[in-house]
C-alpha cells in the first residue's frame, strides 16, 4: 500500500494553510492565515474562494457538521465550525456564510470538535479551557481548566468523554461530574494533535518530541514510533480505524492502526498543520505551511486468497495475478473503489456507486448492482453470500447479486462496526453492539429476524471480538469470543428456551480465527499458538480438551500478532512490523471433520491408525461421543489409554432399554439433567432415582421418589449405607421426616430392584417387536 501524492504547481493560498475538512469525497473546504476559504473540487479539479474573511480572523481548527443524523439523511454536510485566533468560533455554512459568532476563550481558540452525533461541540484553547457547547453555539459547561494551552481535542466513540492535551500529559475526561479522570505521560515534549477512532476506540498522539504513539482507551502504549526529524504536526485517523496518517515538516506517512508504516511521501509541502480523510477513507488533504493543499491517494492495497493476488493498482483498476500460471487480468471500474475482500472464490468490490462481483473461474463478467447508499465501510464473506455494512445499514446479497435480507436492532450504529465485532457464516449473522457491550445479538441470515426465540447472547464481561464458526450443521452453529479479560469462549448459537452454557475454550487469547473448511479454531496465546481441532468436546467430554489441542510457540511472531486468515490448513499471521507469517497445520484433522460429518466411521478409524497421533484419536473420541457413535468411541479412547472411560462404555452397552443407554450417554458428556428427563419421560422412574443416588444427589432423589411414590425406601436405605460407611448422623430434615417408623428391609429392596430391571428389559424388545410386526404387514 502507499499515497500517490497530486501536488498543484503554484499554491492557491498566499499564506500557510491551517486547516482543511471535506464535504464529500470529492468536496474540499481548506482556511489559511490569508483569510480566504477555498472550495476544491476534484472531479474538474477547480477551486474557488467561497469566503473572505475579515483581516482580524486567522483560521486555526475547522471541523464539519456530521451528515448522519439519526433518520435525517443529509446526503452531505452543510455547515462547519470554524475557530480562530481572536478568541471565537464561528459557524459557517457552505456558500461561506457566517450565521453565528461566539466568544468562547481568551486568546486563541486552538481547536473544535463536534461529536459524532452532531449534538454538542467542544472547544479548547490557549486559556486552557475546555468549553461544551450547545448545537446552535450556547454555552453548556467549562469541563476543565488548566494552567497551559490545550492544543488538540478528540470526542471518544461513545461521545461520553473527550481527550485532551496537557503539555506532555493526555487526559480522558468524562462528561459525567465526579466520574474517574484518566491522565498519563504520553510524550517527551508537548502534545500537539491527538485523535480518537470510533471503531477501534485506539487513540493517536503526536508531539514535540517528534514521534507519533498509539494507545487503547485505558492509556496502555501499543506502539511508539522511532524519532523523525521534525515534530510530528498532525495526526488522522481512516474512518474505518484500519489506517492512519501523519503529517511532519516535508512528511506525510501512512501507517496501519498497529502503528508500522505502509509509505513515507517527502512532497515539498512544508509543515503539515493538518490531515483531514475523505469520508470514504480513499484519500487524504493535508494543510501546508507553504500555501498549499496536497491531496494523496491510497493505493496498491493488496488482497489475497489461495492463488490468487489482487491488486488496486489505480483508483479505477485492479490486477489479478494468478501465481500458479502467472496470468494476469485487469479489472476496470467505472468509479474509484472503496472497499474490497477476497475470500470463497469471490472477490466483491465496492465503488462509489455500484457492486461488483467476481467468481475466480471467470474474471471477464462480473455480476454488478447498484448501491442504496454510496459509502460501503465493510464487507464480510462467507461461502454462500456476503454482508455490505454502510452508514445506513446492514445488507445481505447471495453471490448472485440477490438481496437477501437486513438485520436491524435498536439503536443500531453501523458506522463502528468492524470485521472484529460483526461475524457472518452461511445460516447466522452476529454483531456484538457498542451500547452494551456484553451482548451480542444473533440474526437467521435468510430473513434477518433474530435467531431463535430471539434471545440475546449475553457475557459477564465486555465481549472484544466475535466469530461464527463456518460448517457443520445449522443447529451445531458456535460462536467463539474473546472477552475484556482475554478469555475465550465458545457457546452455540442456537438458544431455544434452555439457556446455553458458555463455556472457556482459553486465557490470553489475543486474535482468533476459523477454519474456512471445517471447523478448526485458532488463536494466538500469550506466548503459545494453539489450534483448537475440535472445540465442540468442552460440550461432550472436557477431560480431553488438552489433548484435542495443537500447540506451537509463537515467540517468534514478537508482540501483539493477528490472524489475518485461515484457508484450509494455512494460517496467516500479521506481526507487529508489518511482515505476514504462514504457518501450516496438520491437514488431517480436517480431513476426519470431512469423514465423520458424512458419518464414514470406519474410514475415520483407519486415518487414526494411519496418523497414529493423539491429538487426532482424541477428536475422534469427542466426535463419536458427540454422534451417538459408541463403537467408535470405545476404540478411541482405548488408543489414548483412557480406560475408565471404555469400561463405561462397556457397561452402557449392556444396558438393557434404548432409554437408559441414551441417559448414560448423555450423563457421559455430563448433562444430568437431560438423562434424567429422558429417563423419566420412558416411565423409567426408578433408574432416574438410581443415577441420582449413584452422583449422591440426595435431595434430588428423594424428591423424585415422593414425586412417583415409589422407591422411597430405597433411597433412604441407600443413604443410611452412605452415611454408616462415613460414619455421621443424619442431619437432613426431609431425610429424618420419612424415616420415622419406617424398617429398612434390604431383602425387600433388592427384590424390587431386580423387578424394575426386568420389567425394563421385557419392555424394551416387546417394543421391538411391535414395531417389526409393523414392517411386516
Known amino acids: 500500500m502507499r499515497l500517490k501524492i497530486s501536488l498543484l504547481k503554484e499554491p492557491k493560498h498566499q499564506e500557510l494553510v491551517s486547516c482543511v475538512g471535506w464535504t ?148 480522558i475526561k468524562p462528561l459525567q461530574p465526579n466520574a474517574k479522570v484518566l491522565q498519563w505521560k504520553a510524550h517527551d515534549g508537548i502534545i500537539l494533535k491527538v485523535d480518537w ?14 514521534k507519533y504513539k498509539v494507545w487503547d482507551s485505558y492509556g496502555r502504549l501499543l506502539y511508539s514510533s522511532q524519532p523523525h526529524e521534525h515534530p510530528i504536526t498532525s495526526v488522522a485517523w481512516a474512518p474505518d480505524g484500519e489506517l492512519f496518517a501523519i503529517g511532519s515538516f516535508h512528511t506525510l506517512r501512512l501507517c496501519d492502526k498497529t502503528g508500522w508504516s505502509y509509505a513515507l511521501e517527502k512532497p515539498s509541502t512544508g509543515s503539515i498543520f493538518n490531515i483531514a480523510w475523505s469520508i470514504d477513507g480513499t484519500q487524504i488533504a493535508g494543510a501546508c505551511g507553504n500555501g498549499h493543499v496536497v491531496f494523496a491517494h491510497v493505493v496498491e492495497q493488496r488482497w489475497e486468497w489461495k492463488n490468487f493476488q489482487v491488486t488496486l493498482t489505480k483508483r479505477r483498476t485492479m490486477q489479478v495475478r494468478n501465481v500458479l500460471n502467472d496470468a494476469v487480468d485487469l479489472l476496470e471500474f467505472r468509479d474509484r473503489v472503496i472497499k474490497a475482500s477476497l475470500n470463497y472464490a469471490h472477490l466483491v468490490v465496492s465503488t462509489s456507486l455500484q457492486c461488483y462481483v467476481f467468481s475466480t473461474k471467470n474474471w471477464n463478467t462480473p455480476l454488478i448492482f447498484d448501491l442504496k447508499e454510496g459509502t460501503v465501510s465493510l464487507i464480510l464473506q462467507a461461502e454462500r453470500h456476503f454482508l455490505l455494512v454502510d452508514g ?44 452494551d457491550e456484553k451482548i451480542i445479538f444473533l440474526f437467521e441470515a435468510s430473513t434477518g429476524k433474530p435467531l431463535g426465540d430471539g434471545k440475546l447472547l449475553s457475557h459477564k464481561s465486555e465481549i472484544l471480538e466475535i466469530a461464527l464458526d463456518q460448517k457443520g450443521l445449522t443447529n451445531d452453529r458456535k460462536i467463539a469470543f474473546i472477552d475484556k479479560n482475554r478469555d475465550l469462549y ?65 515467540s517468534e511472531f514478537s508482540k501483539n500478532p493477528h490472524i489475518v486468515s485461515f484457508v484450509g490448513n494455512q494460517v496467516t499471521i500479521r506481526r507487529a512490523d508489518g511482515s505476514l507469517v504462514h504457518i501450516s497445520i496438520s491437514p488431517y484433522p480436517a480431513i476426519l471433520h470431512e469423514y465423520v460429518s458424512s458419518s464414514k466411521w470406519e474410514d475415520a478409524v483407519r486415518l487414526c491408525r494411519f496418523v497414529k497421533e493423539q491429538t487426532m484419536w482424541a477428536c475422534l473420541a ?146 421391538q417387536s411391535s414395531k417389526n410386526i409393523g414392517l411386516k404387514y
Open 24 to 171: 464529500t469525497a470529492e468536496e474540499l473546504y481548506s482556511c489559511s492565515d490569508d483569510h480566504q476559504i477555498v472550495k476544491w473540487n476534484l472531479l474538474t479539479s477547480e477551486t474557488s474562494q467561497i469566503v473572505k474573511l475579515p483581516d482580524d480572523i486567522y483560521p486555526i481548527d475547522l471541523h464539519w457538521f456530521p451528515k448522519s443524523l439519526g433518520t435525517k439523511k443529509q446526503t452531505q454536510a452543510e455547515s462547519f465550525v470554524l475557530t480562530s485566533s481572536d478568541g471565537k468560533f464561528h459557524l459557517i455554512s457552505k456558500l461561506g456564510r457566517v450565521e453565528k459568532s461566539v466568544e468562547a476563550h481568551c486568546g486563541a481558540v486552538l481547536a473544535g470538535r463536534w461529536n459524532y452525533e452532531g449534538t454538542a461541540l467542544v472547544t479548547v484553547g490557549e486559556d486552557g479551557q475546555i468549553k461544551i457547547w450547545s448545537k446552535t453555539g450556547m454555552l453548556r459547561s467549562t469541563l476543565a481548566q488548566q494552567g497551559t494551552p490545550v492544543y488538540s481535542v478528540a470526542w471518544g466513540p461513545d461521545s461520553e468523554k473527550v481527550l485532551y492535551t496537557a503539555g506532555k500529559q493526555l487526559i
Open 622 to 767: 469427542a466426535m463419536a461421543v458427540a454422534n451417538r457413535d459408541m463403537t467408535t468411541a470405545e476404540i478411541a479412547y482405548a488408543a489414548i489409554g483412557e480406560i475408565d472411560k471404555v469400561q463405561y462404555i462397556n457397561s452402557i452397552k449392556d444396558l438393557p432399554s434404548k432409554e437408559s443407554k441414551m441417559a448414560h450417554i448423555l450423563m457421559f458428556s455430563g448433562n444430568i439433567q437431560e438423562a434424567e428427563i429422558v429417563l423419566l419421560q420412558a416411565g423409567l422412574v426408578y433408574q432416574a432415582i438410581q443415577i441420582n443416588i449413584n452422583l449422591y444427589n440426595w435431595e434430588r432423589a428423594l424428591e423424585l421418589a415422593v414425586k412417583h411414590k415409589t422407591h422411597v425406601d430405597t433411597v433412604l436405605a441407600y443413604r443410611q449405607k452412605f452415611l454408616e460407611t462415613f460414619g455421621k448422623q443424619e442431619t437432613n430434615k426431609r431425610y429424618l421426616q420419612y424415616a420415622e417408623g419406617l424398617q429398612i428391609d434390604w431383602e425387600k429392596i433388592k427384590a424390587k430392584i431386580e423387578m424394575e430391571i426386568t420389567k425394563e428389559r421385557e419392555r424394551s424388545p416387546s417394543g
Open 197 to 210: 477512532n470510533s471503531v477501534n476506540d485506539l487513540i493517536l498522539s503526536a508531539g514535540e518530541d517528534c
Open 490 to 554: 465458545i457457546t452455540s448459537v442456537k438458544r431455544f428456551g434452555k439457556e446455553e452454557q458458555i463455556v472457556k475454550l482459553g486465557t490470553m487469547v489475543h486474535t482468533l480465527a476459523w477454519s474456512d473448511t471445517c471447523n478448526i479454531l485458532c488463536g494466538l496465546q500469550d506466548t503459545r499458538f494453539t489450534v483448537w481441532y475440535y472445540p465442540n468436546t468442552v460440550y461432550v467430554d472436557r477431560d480431553i480438551l488438552p489433548k484435542t489441542l495443537y500447540e506451537k510457540d509463537a
Open 392 to 435: 445506513g445499514g446492514i445488507y445481505l446479497y447471495s453471490y448472485e447479486g440477490r438481496f437477501i435480507s437486513s438485520p436491524k436492532f435498536p439503536g443500531m450504529r453501523t458506522d463502528i462496526l468492524n470485521a472484529q465485532t460483526v461475524s457472518l457464516s452461511n445460516d447466522t449473522i452476529a454483531i456484538k453492539d457498542k451500547a
